[in-house]
Nanobody, 128 residues
Framework: VQLQASGGGLVQAGGSLRLSCVAS?????????MGWFRQAPGKEREFVAA????????YYADSVKGRFTISRDNAKNTVYLQMDSLKPEDTAVYYC?????????????????????WGQGTLVTVSS
């Protein structure tokens, strides 16, 4: 498994969860950026947040800005998504993803085709 995500679960509205994603050794040297997308039932997969692997630049979807924080630990080949002030509309399967190169002229992509590797997804359910 090249990207292994974990940390999903059931939480009440207003609560917090932290997702983790570990990248395997065979791809880590080729990664330029990592990120998270999510897909709610009946909806398309949407961008949540991304971070460059070397410089740590970040970008967030407007819907999560100020509530979610993406970070990475290069020594552990791991990216995190700290999710605070969760809302029922945050309920979705969250997918970890990684890109080999940035989408010029941008540093970080927001579309699924701009990413090369995908994890298996972890379910986040926020109850009202």
């Amino acid at each position: 498994v090249q990207l292994q995500a974990s940390g999903g679960g059931l939480v009440q509205a207003g609560g917090s969860l932290r997702l983790s994603c570990v990248a395997s050794e065979d791809i880590i040297s080729s990664i330029d950026a990592m990120g998270w997308f999510r897909q709610a039932p009946g909806k398309e997969r949407e961008f949540v947040a991304a971070i460059t692997w070397s410089g740590g630049s970040t970008y967030y979807a407007d819907s999560v800005k100020g509530r979610f924080t993406i970070s990475r630990d290069n020594a552990k080949n791991t990216v995190y998504l700290q999710m605070d002030s969760l809302k029922p509309e945050d309920t979705a399967v969250y997918y970890c993803t990684a890109a080999r190169s940035p989408p010029p002229p941008l540093l970080l992509g927001v579309r699924t085709h701009e990413y090369d590797y995908w994890g298996q997804g972890t379910l986040v359910t926020v109850s009202s």
